[in-house]
């Protein structure tokens, strides 16, 4: 069964810590996407991983992957408040082309000032 | 340029009604693919078209989920005899073969509520 675990489920926060959101798969992938959805809105692409040992930066937050483990870990440094969201990671389990994604549950981010 | 687009936003019908979804993917985009967010819930494919080639439904979750795609362009979503099951926003995402690791980009939703 193609499955993505994500946990924490919910997380809330302090502005100014760390943290590190983990997303676990269930059978070989080398591409793996994280998402950010705002209540309400859509998904917003936030980083495209697609080899093992793949690291990706932006701002506060750093997405890698390794493909051995099947896990991808999104980490948050110095959190804001405009971090607050549900972030999901997909991963593309097709293999043949067709590039569905399944997707995660989510992790809702609450950051409290 | 213009991101996708989807119509209508939101759409109340009544149990046993058909309904039908609309997207437009970003222009020049070759695939095109359909999920299902229930509240609180992660995404689940529904269908994924590509080019010419037949899509794949196998994502679709009863024989009153259809959808049609023109080409490269609009596709429709078609839903019959809603249950309220099928409550839910439907995503419309598109990529292009030229860009990273087939990145999709979504659009806005349709918001379903069956009544």
């Known amino acids: 069964e193609l499955k993505v675990e994500q946990n924490p489920l919910f997380l809330s926060m302090q502005e100014g810590k760390n943290y590190t959101i983990y997303c676990n798969y269930s059978?070989?992938?080398?591409?793996l996407y994280w998402y950010r959805q705002d209540p309400g809105k859509s998904l917003e692409s936030l980083f495209v991983l697609l080899s093992n040992g793949a690291v990706k930066q932006e701002g506060r937050l750093m997405a890698s992957l390794d493909t051995k483990a099947r896990l991808s870990t999104l980490h948050i440094t110095a959190a804001v408040h405009d971090l607050s969201a549900t972030y999901f990671c997909?991963?593309?389990?097709?293999?043949?082309?067709?590039?569905?994604?399944?997707f995660g549950k989510g992790t809702k981010l609450s950051v409290i000032p | 340029g213009a991101g996708v687009s989807q119509s209508p936003s939101n759409k109340v019908t009544e149990k046993g009604k058909d309904v039908e979804l609309r997207c437009d993917p970003i222009?020049?985009?070759?695939?095109l693919y359909w999920y299902r967010q229930r509240l609180g819930q992660g995404l689940e494919f529904l269908i994924y078209f590509q080019g010419n080639s037949a899509p794949d439904k196998s994502g679709l979750p009863s024989d009153r989920f259809s959808a049609e795609r023109t080409g490269e362009s609009v596709s429709t979503l078609t839903i019959q005899r809603t249950q309220q099951e099928d409550s839910a926003v439907y995503l419309c995402a598109s990529s292009s073969s030229l860009g990273q690791g087939y990145e999709q980009y979504f659009g806005p939703g349709t918001r379903l509520t069956v009544t």
């Open positions: 997909a991963v593309d389990f097709s293999g043949a082309g067709s590039y569905q994604l399944t």
């Open positions: 222009s020049g985009h070759t695939a």
């Open positions: 059978t070989t992938s080398d591409r």
